[in-house]
């Protein structure tokens, strides 16, 4: 590794901890670098390969010297045995079934999906050669195995691609909306799949976004702006009893925040960060969420959940709680995505119908 990416990453990982995520300390110290954007990729790497393989690190050595530690013990091969002892920590296996695959996929480099805005696949593909089909099902996904700088690629900046991961994409399948309909992102963040619900709906219709982050909602201003979607309305909305607006929703997408085990192959920080009072506290915010949000449907409306975790406490018991308490809710599909299958994130989702009464 060059001295400069090196300086770079151990000033970032002695800066991250659990109130400093190092995805955030990252951002924060390279945005403004003098450093090329392929020494940026590198410095990336660097953090998030250090604490993917923190556990296997000698803590006596300094964070430079570990970083080329890391690099010899990347290259050998890693027991069954030393990934069931050292790839996670131990409440983990208290909330969640733990397959030898999965600890497998948390070691590896996590892949680069792409989902191409209807009708503008094949000019993507013409604008960057580097890429290979997705699965059957997502027709407009891509996997992308190059290294250019996607955010400064003109198909980008035109909005004719969305980054998205794979598993991402699949809740926007889930959520299944047609043209005309009116759909609520009620946890809208950043709008990666407010994007995907647009592009799903033709843009024709209508979709309410809310999130209690001012500076996300900002965010996905200018990414809907980028993406030409404008079919849209905005509001802040944190989870509460009272409702962004009157209006009454064909569907809901409560993708509720999460303890985000789902993407410890892409973020190995929160590895070490997240605890099981987080995973209790943001099930019952979950709950919470949800029972809120089901006021705003129509009958027969859907209300889609989604998670970037895959803990029983967030997913299961979350799906179980809110069918206890919604006789007017039909539980019609619940869908768990493991990283080893899908080559992405982990995630779960689950889709009720609200059935028409009296
Ligand atoms: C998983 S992220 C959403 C990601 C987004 N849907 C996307 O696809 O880009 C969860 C979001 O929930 C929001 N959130 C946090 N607390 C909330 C609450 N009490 N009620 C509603 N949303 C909340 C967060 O600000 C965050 O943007």
């Not at 996929?105 to 050669?129: D, I, N, Y």
């Not at 849209?232 to 985000?260: H, M, Q």
Request: with cysteine.
């Amino acid at each position: 590794m060059e001295k400069q990416v090196v300086t770079l990453a151990v000033r970032i990982i002695r800066r991250s901890n659990r109130d400093n995520r190092a995805d955030a300390v990252l951002r924060e110290n390279t945005r403004n670098s003098e450093l090329s954007p392929q020494r940026i990729r590198l410095v990336v790497k660097a953090v998030f390969d250090y604490f993917r393989w923190l556990p296997w690190l000698n803590p006596y050595l300094g964070v430079g010297q570990q970083l080329a530690e890391m690099e010899v013990l990347q290259s050998r091969e890693v027991s069954d045995d030393e990934l069931r002892r050292l790839a996670l920590p131990n409440w983990v296996s208290e909330v969640m079934p733990i397959e030898l695959a999965w600890l497998r996929s948390l070691q590896q480099q996590p892949r680069l999906w792409l989902r191409t805005r209807q009708g503008f696949k094949a000019k993507v593909l013409e604008s960057l050669p580097d890429c290979s089909e997705g699965p059957k099902d997502y027709p407009e996904s891509l996997e992308y195995l190059g290294t250019q700088d996607l955010f400064r690629e003109k198909s980008f900046q035109e909005g004719w691609f969305e980054i998205q991961d794979i598993s991402s994409q699949a809740i926007g399948h889930l959520c299944d909306p047609k043209p005309e309909e009116t759909w609520w992102d009620a946890c809208a963040g950043e709008g990666g799949k407010t994007l995907h619900l647009a592009d799903l709906m033709m843009n024709k219709g209508l979709i309410w976004v809310s999130d209690p982050a001012a500076w996300r909602l900002d965010r996905l201003k200018r990414r809907t702006a980028r993406a030409k979607v404008f079919n849209y309305r905005r509001e802040l909305w944190n989870g509460g009893a009272k409702l962004p607006t009157k209006t009454k929703f064909d569907g809901i997408l409560v993708d509720a925040p999460c303890s985000g085990v789902g993407t410890w192959q892409r973020n190995p920080h929160s590895r070490w960060t997240c605890s099981l009072d987080e995973v209790k506290r943001l099930a019952d915010l979950q709950v919470q969420i949800l029972l809120n949000a089901k006021q705003g449907l129509k009958p027969n409306g859907r209300l889609v959940y989604s998670v970037c975790t895959l803990t029983t406490p967030e997913t299961e018991d979350v799906v179980a709680a809110v069918s206890q308490q919604s006789p007017e809710l039909r539980l019609e599909i619940k869908k768990i995505i493991w990283p080893q299958d899908a080559g992405g994130n982990g995630m779960f989702g689950a889709v009720w119908t609200r059935v028409a009464m009296g």
